[in-house]
């Protein structure tokens, strides 16, 4: 196996346990999202890749899916750890802005959004690009982390010496975009993340 995908697990565990350490189980609360998600079929999007903490885990329950991201290097620790368990072939990689996703009206079933919201300048214009490309039956799954997930990621972004970036996107104003563009939305919520469950409203 590859030096740089053994190191990049590597570093992925000591990721999982310092977090842990702090009172967030990065597998527990993934497992708490694609729990409440069910059923997952059709055709699969992950819309923010980010280190592919969530991509790994649909990957590992044997989805295949589409996953975007603004930014290649963050993908390419995505696809390390992919590589890791031998699961690379079970996500196609896209770089692409939520604001412009270059995909067809209506082509996804599933569209998964995990921890980007907070990082968002105009959720209002993400929620619509997303309910756009999303099918008649299927439905948008965003979690984000709440007050106490927020805090935990403080400390330990402060604990390395660094700030974590916070934008002006909530989840609150995410569930009234999504009520506004017509969707039915269901909240679910864990000690660290809240989850929307959003399908559009039958006519």
């Known amino acids: 196996m590859k030096i740089d995908v ?5 570093k992925y565990l000591e990721r999982k346990e310092l977090y842990r350490t702090f009172g967030y189980d990065i597998e ?3 497992s708490f999202i694609i729990e409440k998600a069910q059923p997952i079929a059709g055709n699969i999007l992950e819309a923010g890749t980010g280190k592919g903490y969530f991509t790994l885990a649909l990957a590992r329950d044997g989805y295949h899916f589409f996953s975007f991201d603004i930014s290649a290097e963050e993908q390419r620790y995505a696809v390390l750890n992919l590589m890791y368990y031998g699961l690379q072939d079970h996500v196609t990689f896209v770089a692409a802005d939520i604001e412009y996703i270059p995909c067809d009206d209506g082509f996804f079933d599933v569209i998964f959004a995990v ?3 907070h990082h968002l300048s105009s959720v209002r214009k993400a929620c619509s690009e997303l309910v756009r490309i999303l ?3 299927g439905k948008i799954v965003l979690s984000d982390f709440n007050a106490d997930g927020l805090a935990i ?3 330990i972004h402060a604990l390395e010496g660094r700030k974590h970036e916070v934008n002006s996107g909530t989840m609150t104003d ?3 975009a999504l009520i506004e563009l017509g969707l039915n939305v269901k909240e679910h ?3 660290t ?3 929307l469950i959003a399908r559009k409203i039958a006519e």
């Open 6 to 10: 053994v190191e990049n697990h590597k």
């Open 28 to 30: 527990k609360e993934r």
């Open 115 to 117: 921890n980007m919201i």
């Open 135 to 137: 099918s008649p039956q």
């Open 153 to 155: 990621l403080d400390k």
């Open 174 to 176: 995410a569930k009234d």
């Open 189 to 191: 919520h864990s000690p």
């Open 193 to 195: 993340q809240d989850v």
